[in-house]
């Protein structure tokens, strides 16, 4: 049957009976496909029809690529320009957005939010806390319901400037979202914002990845299992670490110390006990994992969307993680591999040849050491702190301008920022030197030498001489 659709993405997706069409939600349309994909995969099919399993695959993927990223599958891989949206509110609504935790309603009266905080918790730029139990979430995390049914549906940035459906069998209705408009000044404002929080979340990322590195070093090099890790936790709960027994789940009283807790392994035998307990704890770690690949997704989306929102400039890509370089690698079908300095390097060379603006205005005269397609760091895209910024950081920096840094030092590096930066900025001379007198006109130099030579040590200068003076005749 997917054969025999090919073509028509909505026809595929809408087999199982969950009706799809191009106003569907990308969560609709991804449940979708994960539901084709189970039943269609060459996996399950191995044998004489592998090969038609194969191409039918192949086909609901081209099908769920064209309805949830339609951008991706054009074949103009121009540089998209950054542009303001301005549309209706017809047939748009402020749609119900709840605190994954508790449950609340978010955006009320009581949390003391701009109207405008909708569409930038709805856009993924922003991240809010809830009032209630103040946990923080954004748009990936949030619980979003139909402003018609008021049942839950999945939600991406995507669907924010187009009419969807909430996927319901009982709701057949469409809607869109409310866009509001942000004053310039406040634009100003939040930009500064965003660049400050993607500067704290570099530090926060690059921190946990330190981290995740040594604790895979102390392992050995390898994950702790499941077995390894009960075994820790037996060995905690006998310190009188735990409150609940890591086999059972039996809990402990208040008073109960390293004895008890010895006293129980012992007598913990129970089978019935012991795999209803590991049967809980599965469970658990399966939500947490969900969780977690959530808050991941929310984080992608915020860094994504703020870079877009910034501009989506070349000079910017320092911000980006590595997962959002290799997604426009993907966008513009070029190599992905590398590592993040590789990755932005590759696209912004990329960028520059697609952007003809870009090479009618470049001043190779200026570029130095980095060659042609070289900008100048300015206070909008270099980082407010270069200081406190780590080499690798500071290299991306570097990447993103298109500067190519020889030394491998943070002063280094620093430094060839700065020169690039004020590079078309006269120089400011406080001293006399082979430097400075190799840059003088020749009748300067000869003004300079015969004052110099008049001048005795200690002689009083006059504000209004014309000759350079050396801080040492002062």
């Not at 008021?150 to 009419?163: A, G, I, L, V, W």
């Not at 330190?210 to 077995?227: F, L």
Request: glycine share 8%; proline share 3%; aromatic share 4%.
């Amino acid at each position: 049957q997917v054969l025999a659709l090919e073509g028509d993405a909505c026809g595929i997706l809408s087999l199982l009976g969950t009706q799809v069409d191009a106003n569907s939600a990308v969560g609709v349309v991804r449940k979708q496909y994960l539901l084709l994909s189970t039943k269609i995969h060459p996996d399950k099919h191995v044998g004489k029809n592998q090969h038609l399993a194969t191409r039918a695959f192949q086909v609901l993927v081209s099908a769920y690529d064209g309805l949830s990223q339609p951008d991706m599958s054009k074949t103009d891989t121009a540089k998209p320009k950054t542009k303001t949206i301005n549309r209706s509110n017809e047939g748009c609504y402020k749609t119900p957005v709840h605190c994954p935790r508790c449950s609340s309603p978010w955006g009320e009266g009581v949390d003391g939010l701009e109207p405008a905080a909708y569409s930038h918790m709805m856009t993924g730029i922003k991240t809010y806390c809830c009032s209630t139990c103040l946990l923080d979430f954004g748009c990936m995390t949030a619980m979003h319901k139909c402003p018609f049914c008021k049942k839950s549906y999945e939600y991406t940035p995507d669907d924010y400037h187009q009419k969807i459906g909430c996927g319901n069998k009982t709701c057949t209705r469409t809607f869109g979202f409310m866009l509001y408009n942000v004053s310039e000044a406040r634009m100003k404002e939040l930009r500064v914002e965003l660049k400050s929080e993607q500067e704290r979340r570099l530090k926060k990322m690059e921190g946990l990845a330190r981290r995740n590195a040594r604790a895979v070093e102390k392992n050995g090099g390898s994950n702790v299992d499941s077995d390894a890790a009960l075994g820790e936790e037996v060995k905690t709960f006998k310190a009188g670490l735990l409150d609940a027994c890591p086999q059972c789940g039996f809990k402990m009283g208040k008073r109960d110390g390293e004895d008890e807790a010895v006293a129980h392994l012992k007598q913990c035998s129970d089978t019935k006990k012991i795999q209803a307990h590991q049967r809980r704890k599965r469970i658990d770690a399966e939500a947490a994992a969900v969780k977690t690949q959530k808050c991941a997704a929310q984080d992608q989306v915020t860094n994504m969307s703020s870079w877009e929102f910034l501009g989506g400039e070349n000079e910017n890509m320092w911000m980006l993680s590595e997962e959002a370089l290799k997604k426009l690698c993907l966008q513009y079908k070029i190599d992905e591999s590398g590592d993040k300095d590789e990755l932005i390097a590759r696209l912004v060379r990329h960028r520059n040849s697609l952007d003809s603006s870009h090479l009618l205005t470049d001043d190779s005269a200026g570029a130095g050491q980095s060659g042609k397609g070289a900008s100048i760091p300015t206070n909008l895209t270099l980082p407010s702190n270069l200081e406190a910024m780590s080499v690798s950081q500071l290299k991306s920096v570097a990447a993103s301008h298109g500067i190519i840094v020889k030394g491998s030092s943070k002063d280094d590096i620093i430094q060839t920022l700065e020169l690039h930066r004020f590079r078309d900025q006269p120089k400011l001379r406080l001293t006399r030197t082979a430097e400075n007198e190799e840059d003088e006109p020749l009748a300067a130099k000869k003004r300079a030498g015969a004052g110099g030579s008049k001048r005795k040590k200690g002689q009083t200068l006059d504000s209004d001489s014309d000759d350079e003076v050396s801080l040492l005749d002062l």
